[in-house]
């Protein structure tokens, strides 16, 4: 490589708060809830002179309240009739308390005797000035390509990769990617490979470039031990061997069994992706660096572009959207999940300290991840996660075709407060990148105060969003036969072969003629093959056994529930247990 001299300027820059995709503030909605006079939330008024004046007429009340809570290191706040300001530190424990509301206003300020529920989250991502293709954040720094192959290292982030920096610095060379661990590597467009020389806390950039032997296409940088892994344009593996202190650029590459085409060595040990997006853990490498591992652990879900850090993998799928592996430890190394973090990328770059993150989306916009995303989850984040609902008597779009295709209809986070029709949130199409442990189906009866009258839990552990509903998955229901009475049917997709009866989210035992039909759970729709599944009102309709075993669909009366709400929701937290908790 070619070295011309350095511009050392600094470009100066303002750094911002921006939206990476779906995310701009430090807070989410989570609905509007009933309040009374013995207040589910206890009131923020008077405590702290940013809630300055009447509350009604209080500019920025959101804003403001949300500053409050937050200083006080509380996990939620709500806003009440304009402005008023409530929270606690068990908030999130508590403001259901009176269930759900309809007062609330557009502007996000609640309504009389409705709190506007928000909850604050961990971090979020800070927009930093430029444009890269790829940044990597290591021990020596935070590095990055631009879509020329123009190199520049970010100044005041040596040994200091927590700092968001004070600017760019162009260094001379041309790189298609970049990595910045004990030592500052990267690859050209020819596939040949270099390391910076010179690197030190008086010169943060280096020297110069220096050619090492070989060709790869991608390499990994450790920061916290002298190793270095790459792939080749064949997806052929490599790990670099002979790396000392005298001798940085080590002595010769050694290959690794297996097909990568991205590869990451970390504290959580090295992880990587092949063609297909298929995720794998190199056995015997966490907290072990310096070993080379024993073999391949195929991990579930899809990444296209992974990074390792400390108790924590990053990655990005095909669609940009970003996941941390959570669960990693030294007794389970593999880890037990994806959680998805909000925003686009479509590269992100573990901090070596795991607790931050750096990251370019598809505009080349650079952001950087502020604050830490905790590996053990609250309680919270192990709730039940509602991603579909559905209402009947909607009509439009059949239940089936909602669930299987790729339509979303995302309205917020409280599935029972969304407005007039089926709802399904994005997360079922990335179904098999979540870690989902548990699914739940519930159904709910607006004659009960809209309170969930029957449950079913499935083991979701491994499986996709159609082949989790079925008999040899479920772990729990209301129906003390349904785990051991023969079904005709089980499925999502329900009845298919007859078009006139369309059954969807079907659990049926018998056919034998329309008065003959039995089973557990129907969500029907406009079916006109038997008197049991037509309707004055538009579809659909669930039913459901009232009984403690399945019912006769025709005969069975009162027997026979109609549920107003049916809603799915998954953990992806926790283990799989024969209670489902």
């Known amino acids: 490589m070619t070295e011309n001299n350095d511009d050392m300027s600094v470009l100066a820059e303002k750094r911002t708060s921006a939206l990476v995709g779906s995310e701009s503030r430090g807070y989410i909605s989570l609905g509007c809830w009933k309040d009374t006079g013995n207040r589910a939330i206890p009131t923020l008024e008077g405590s702290d002179p940013r809630l300055d004046g009447t509350y009604a007429a209080r500019p920025n009340a959101v804003e403001k309240c949300y500053q409050v809570a ?11 009739h304009g402005g008023w300001c409530a929270g606690s530190a068990n908030g999130l424990s508590t403001y259901k308390k009176y269930g759900p509301s309809t007062t609330c206003a557009a502007d996000g300020k609640g309504g009389p005797w409705g709190n506007q529920v ?24 935070v590095w990055g390509v631009n879509g020329n192959d123009d190199i520049y290292y970010r100044a005041d982030t040596f040994e200091n990769a927590a700092s968001s920096g004070s600017g760019w610095v162009h260094i001379g060379g041309k790189l298609k990617q970049i990595s910045s661990g004990h030592s500052v590597w990267g690859v050209n467009a020819n596939d040949d490979i270099y390391i910076r020389q010179g690197i030190s806390s008086s010169n943060p950039t280096g020297t110069g470039w220096h050619r090492v032997g070989g060709k790869l296409k991608q390499l990994d940088v450790s920061s916290t031990a002298k190793q270095l892994w790459g792939v080749n344009n064949g997806d052929n ?56 591992g024993s073999g391949w652990e195929h991990i ?10 400390d108790n924590i993998v990053w990655g ?6 970003i996941y941390v592996r959570e669960g990693i430890s030294s007794s389970n190394p593999a880890g037990t999940g994806w959680r998805q973090i909000p925003g686009k990328l479509k590269q992100v770059e573990a901090n070596p300290s795991g607790s931050q993150a750096w990251g370019v989306n598809s505009a080349d916009s650079i952001y950087q991840r502020a604050g830490t995303v905790s590996t053990c989850l609250p309680a919270e984040h192990c709730d039940w996660q509602p991603v579909f609902r559905i209402l009947p008597g909607v009509g439009g779009e059949k239940v089936r075709d909602v669930w299987t295709a790729g339509f979303t209809r995302d309205f917020g986070s409280d599935p029972l407060l969304f407005p007039a029709a089926h709802w399904k949130s994005p997360l079922v199409d990335e179904w098999g990148t979540l870690g989902v442990q548990l699914v739940k189906v519930s159904l709910y009866s607006y004659s009960q105060g809209l309170t969930e009258v029957r449950e079913l839990i499935f083991n979701g ?15 729990s229901s209301p129906w003390t036969d349904l785990k051991t009475e023969t079904t005709n049917l089980f499925s999502i997709p329900g009845e298919v072969v007859n078009p006139k009866a369309p059954r969807s989210f079907f659990i049926n035992r018998n056919y034998g003629g329309c ?8 969500v029907v729709e406009g079916g006109t093959v038997c008197e049991w599944e037509t309707r004055d009102q538009p579809g ?12 006769n669909w025709t005969t069975g009366g009162n027997d026979v529930g109609s549920a107003d709400v049916m809603v799915v929701s998954i953990k992806t937290c926790g283990h799989v247990t024969e209670s489902g908790e």
């Open 70 to 80: 937050r200083s006080r290191g509380f996990p939620m706040f709500a806003v009440q």
């Open 118 to 141: 928000y909850k604050i989250t961990e971090t979020r991502w800070e927009s930093i000035a430029g444009r890269l293709k790829f940044v990597s954040v290591g021990s020596n720094g």
């Open 237 to 292: 593996i490599y790990r670099r061997t002979g790396i000392t202190t005298a001798e940085p650029k080590g002595t010769g590459w050694q290959p690794i069994s297996g097909r990568l085409k991205f590869v990451s060595v970390g504290p959580a040990g090295v992880w990587g992706v092949n063609r297909n997006d298929d995720i794998f853990y190199r056995t015997g490498t966490f907290g072990n660096e310096a070993s080379a």
């Open 300 to 309: 579930a879900g899809k990444l296209k572009q992974i990074s390792s850090g």
């Open 316 to 321: 990005v799928n095909a669609n940009d959207n």
């Open 461 to 475: 552990k491994g499986s996709d969003k159609m082949n989790w509903f079925s008999q040899d998955r479920l772990i």
């Open 515 to 522: 008065p003959n039909d039995a089973g557990w759970l129907a």
């Open 540 to 551: 659909p309709h669930i039913l459901f056994s009232r009984k403690s075993t399945h019912v």
